[in-house]
């Protein structure tokens, strides 16, 4: 997707995510700040992170287009190329709405850098909260996800269906430097994003796959899963179980797609640092 943020796995991880995390709460949370990139680094680095968090030196290559970088504005003036790149992709109206245009590319590192962790803070999300809230069955015990819940996802699956595997890793490709960059800001100057970004993705389609009824607990304001397996799953899985069966198969088969053709532009390679 010339289109970082719902560009490979960015605009499925990161978009799908947003789909997702904002309505585990009953009633409508802020929306998404536009954090400074010291307040993104930190969100994303608050957390431990939940499996591997780095790969072997010898992990294989991006084959990055030629002359890619040069061609690319800087990091702090990438907005304007990138939200030009999403809105050609996903349509302009999507655009407007979903998307924050604020450091979108330090913001989506930022995002998929979170997603195997516990938690994800809000300020350091690309993406405007999905209207309306969780929907809910039953009370007490009985409490559980309603099956209507999934109908609130339906526009931006519609969307994903849309992404073609093989575009996506080419933008992505085109992009990569700035990418990178960000994820090196963010204080990783010895590793690579594009192999964070598979941890995620394989972090993603690790998700359990819970049938119906997924019953919850309220001990607050926020809900939670009542099964202590669900509620200890990271936070992109947690987003993908809040999508319902249908939809969580429909992603990850995607996500599968996307990993596929993001490893046939792969290379092995002996300094390729690690993620």
């Known amino acids: 997707m010339k289109n970082p943020l719902l560009i490979v796995a960015v605009v499925l991880v990161a978009?799908?995510?947003?789909?997702?995390?904002?309505?585990?709460q009953r009633g409508h949370l802020p929306?998404?700040?536009?954090?400074?990139?010291?307040?993104?680094a930190t969100a994303a680095q608050s957390q431990p992170v939940a499996g591997p968090a780095s790969s072997p030196a010898s992990a294989p290559q991006l084959e990055l287009p030629q002359q890619s970088a040069a061609n690319l504005p800087k990091l702090d003036q990438s907005d304007g190329a990138i939200g030009q790149a999403l809105a050609g992709l996903i349509g302009h109206k999507a655009f407007a709405q979903w998307l924050i245009p604020h450091r979108l590319i330090l913001h989506i590192v930022a995002t998929i850098d979170n997603l195997p962790r516990q938690q994800a803070p809000v300020k350091a999300w690309p993406v405007s909260p999905v209207p309306g809230v969780l929907r809910t069955s039953g009370t007490g015990a009985d409490l559980a996800?309603?099956?209507?819940?999934?109908?609130?996802?339906?526009?931006y699956l519609q969307v994903l269906q849309q992404v073609k595997p093989q575009r996506l890793v080419e933008v992505y490709l085109e992009f990569y430097p700035l990418f990178q960059q960000a994820y090196t800001e963010l204080g990783y100057p010895h590793a690579s994003f594009n192999n964070?970004?598979?941890?995620?993705?394989?972090?993603?389609?690790?998700?359990?796959?819970?049938?119906?009824?997924v019953l919850l607990v309220q001990p607050k304001v926020?809900?939670?899963?009542?099964?202590?397996?669900?509620?200890?799953?990271?936070?992109?899985?947690?987003?993908?179980?809040?999508?319902?069966?249908?939809?969580?198969?429909?992603?990850?088969?995607?996500?599968?797609?996307?990993?596929?053709?993001?490893?046939?532009?792969?290379?092995?390679?002996?300094?390729?640092?690690a993620g």
Not at 31 to 40: G, K
Not at 145 to 155: E, G
Not at 196 to 213: S, W, Y
Not at 222 to 241: H, N, T
């Open 15 to 24: 978009l799908v995510a947003a789909i997702g995390y904002f309505n585990w």
């Open 222 to 273: 926020l809900f939670q899963y009542a099964d202590p397996r669900l509620e200890s799953a990271s936070v992109g899985q947690k987003i993908l179980m809040r999508l319902g069966p249908a939809g969580e198969t429909e992603v990850k088969a995607k996500l599968r797609a996307i990993r596929q053709a993001l490893l046939e532009k792969m290379r092995p390679g002996a300094s390729t640092p």
């Open 145 to 155: 996800i309603s099956p209507d819940n999934a109908q609130r996802y339906a526009p």
């Open 196 to 213: 964070r970004l598979l941890v995620v993705i394989d972090n993603l389609l690790a998700a359990p796959e819970p049938k119906p009824p």
């Open 31 to 40: 929306a998404a700040l536009h954090p400074s990139a010291s307040a993104a």
